[in-house]
């Protein structure tokens, strides 16, 4: 569909792109900008900025940026028109919309639909749990494991009883078919019977909702007594709007409180998540039903990079914490393991010992890599061959460390094993080279004096507009979108606009222009017009001092060959060349502002 120029404006205008882009990456305020770790690549120490005043983001490490817009791009997946709806529906402006071709009809009529049949079983659930006559089981079975029914309410915990098609029959009366209800991992198929069945039964159920907080999959827990052959927890296969692979159950309710406490609580199950929620500690989530992926890291380093997380204290438990360790240390995640002696998980730590005592432990949590340090260094033995095959099977993972945390950890690996620090150093190897990031060097990058035009365009539009509209084009770049851009911008088109057609257009204009408008001090008001003279007369100069060696060049021939005419018509060229000369220098000397820095 086509979105007129002047609602996507005001969509922009009305959104606060700080609390958008907050709500995926931790920020925090610097001067009149915000800054974090980017989500787009691996750094440790932030460099992604977000500029409210101009409505962008940019990140200096990457060279990333653009507007809201191209953020919900990038980060969710969706189309620019999906991310001017979504932003519109927040800040109530309302699309005209024209009419969608039969192909968009169905793939959105589709996807409407599993959202709808995910929240519509979400609401049967509830409501049987909280006050249906047939979840009396399921609010015994919560308040004999401490959870309050104003914490089932907040993360919308449902009941189905026992029974085929409890849920089905419910959703066929709101109306969706069998085909809907099938792809969305709701209902299955028996294929020797061809009959249906619900996929959940005589379960206690979790949601799983995705970071807009809407119901996407469920979680079911099996409730003691049950059949034994039935599996304890069973979960959604992935569909058209849910991959497992990506979600972290619980993130929507813990996205502020882990923003707040720079932390992250990482469990096993869906009822530690809860528990440790009505606690009091709101930054716990927990994988849905598979190990930690580098999708769900990634989706958490944008948040922080301090993760602890509790694995079962069985050797099961030991060798899972050992194989997360890679994905964090290649997510960039500072990752601590959380032991609770006598009790399996958090919740039976809670339940038997508090909160109090939960907080206390949160305080003596160990290093990951330590941990994995330490269990190789008991398996190999103290041996002066077991302390070499300790090195080389840590050695992979060193590897993946740098800088001071590479140094730190080869010296105490040297200190535990007795073998000299140099060895080790050798034995692991050289330090990886960084990637490099090949966004963050743009093909095109502009010359000082056109980075500084550049950026005097993207921060004061209207002041610049009488200025260039005493100069040919031509004489300030020769690059035709940059020529636009800066035409679109002075006559007043906003800068996202602009981003938006530049990222289609020209990439490395983009950028360009992003990381112009994220650097705010290059030049004050009172010396803009005076600043944008002063370049353009230099570039101006440079052209005519290339003319002017090519006459020179011209009257040389013509005294040689003894062309009078010409060479009276070149002499009258060059005189008035060197009079614009000695005037350019006059105003390029006058040029305010910083003489060799670039935007």
Known sequence: ?????????????????????????????????????????????????????RQIYHCFGCGAGGDVFGFLQKTRGVSFVEAVKELAAQCGVLIEERPLSPAEKAVVSRRNDLYGAAEQACKY???????????????????ARGVTLDTARKYRLGFVPEGWNHLEN???????????????????????????YDVFRAR??????????????????????????APKYLNSPGTEIYEKSKVLYGLSFARNAVQRRDRLIVVEGYFDAVSLWQAGFEEAVAPCGTALTTEQLEAVRRLTTKVIALFDTDEAGIKAAMRALDL????????????????????????????????????????????????????????????????????????????????????????????????V???????????????????????????????????????????????????VTDRATARVAMGRLVEGEPLGEVLTWAQEEDPDL??????????????RLESVVHAARGILARMQLRQ??????????????CETTGDKSSYQSLARELAGLYAQQAALKQTSARRAGPDDSRP
């Open 1 to 53: 569909m086509s979105i007129q120029r002047h609602t996507v404006d005001e969509i922009r205008a009305r959104t606060d792109i700080v609390a958008v882009i907050g709500a995926t990456v931790t920020l925090r305020r610097r001067g009149s900008s915000y800054v974090g770790l980017c989500p787009f690549h691996n750094e440790k120490s932030p460099s992604f900025n977000v500029v409210p005043s």
């Open 125 to 143: 659930f509830e409501n049987t749990l909280i006050v249906g006559r047939d979840g009396q089981a399921g609010r015994d079975y919560l308040k």
């Open 170 to 196: 419910h959703l066929r009366a709101e109306g969706f078919d069998g085909e809907t209800l099938f792809k969305a991992g709701l209902v299955k198929k028996n294929e020797r019977t061809n009959s249906t």
């Open 204 to 229: 206690l159920i979790f949601p799983i909702l995705d970071d807009r907080g809407r119901p996407v999959a469920f979680g079911g827990r099996v409730l003691p007594g049950a059949d034994k052959e």
């Open 328 to 423: 964090f240390l290649a997510a960039g995640v500072e990752a601590k393991r959380l032991d609770l002696p006598g009790a399996k998980d958090p919740d039976e730590f809670i339940q038997k010992f508090g909160a109090s005592a939960f907080e206390e432990r949160l305080e003596k949590t160990e290093s990951l890599l330590e941990l994995v340090i330490r269990r190789t260094i008991d398996r190999e033995g103290s041996s002066s061959e077991g302390r070499g095959r300790t090195v080389e099977a840590l050695a992979p993972t060193l590897r993946k460390l740098e800088g001071a945390a590479r140094s730190s950890t080869i010296t105490r690996l040297a200190g535990w094993t007795g073998i000299p620090e140099a060895q």
């Open 425 to 475: 150093e050798q034995l692991v190897g050289r330090p990886p080279r960084p990637v490099e990031v090949v966004e963050s060097r743009p093909a095109w990058s502009p010359g000082g004096e056109l980075g500084h035009l550049l950026w005097l365009v993207v921060h004061f539009p209207a002041q610049m507009r009488g200025v260039l509209d005493q100069v040919d084009p031509d004489l």
């Open 510 to 523: 983009a950028r360009i222009l992003s990381r112009a408008a994220a650097k705010s001090d290059l030049y």
């Open 544 to 557: 005519i001092d290339a003319r002017i060696l090519a006459i020179n060049r011209e009257i040389h021939r």
